[in-house]
Nanobody, 119 residues
């Protein structure tokens, strides 16, 4: 069974930085596209960034240039480095995986990690 364990969230001031981690089990991690999502209170979950098995990164416009996604296949972990945080980045952040761009997410959302950007 696939399991995602997100960590690293917390309270940070606007303009600050935070690093998130997501440890994955139950899949052959190195074969999957990994993705970070977030859910802002009152809104649907939205895509933040993706990274392919080969390491190619892609970002949604609101986070491009501020966030960096990376992965360590040996550690079965995907990371999200967040810089120049804004109040609108306040959300619960989740990771998930898909085998290809046309595949569905493997599902089984983890508990997420909460990021609060506030002074």
């Amino acid at each position: 069974q696939v399991q995602f364990v997100e960590s690293g969230g917390g309270l940070v001031q606007p303009g600050g930085s935070l690093s998130l981690s997501c440890e994955v089990s139950g899949i052959v991690f190195g074969h999957y596209i990994m993705a970070w999502y977030r859910q802002i209170p009152g809104k649907e979950r939205e895509l933040v960034a993706t990274i392919t098995a080969g390491g190619s990164e892609d970002y949604e416009p609101l986070t491009a240039g501020r966030f960096t996604i990376s992965r360590d296949n040996s550690a079965r972990t995907v990371y999200l480095e967040m810089r120049r945080l804004r109040s609108e980045d306040t959300a619960v952040y989740y990771c998930n995986a898909k085998l290809s761009w046309s595949s569905p997410l493997v599902g089984n959302w983890g508990q997420g990690t909460r990021v609060i950007v506030s002074s």
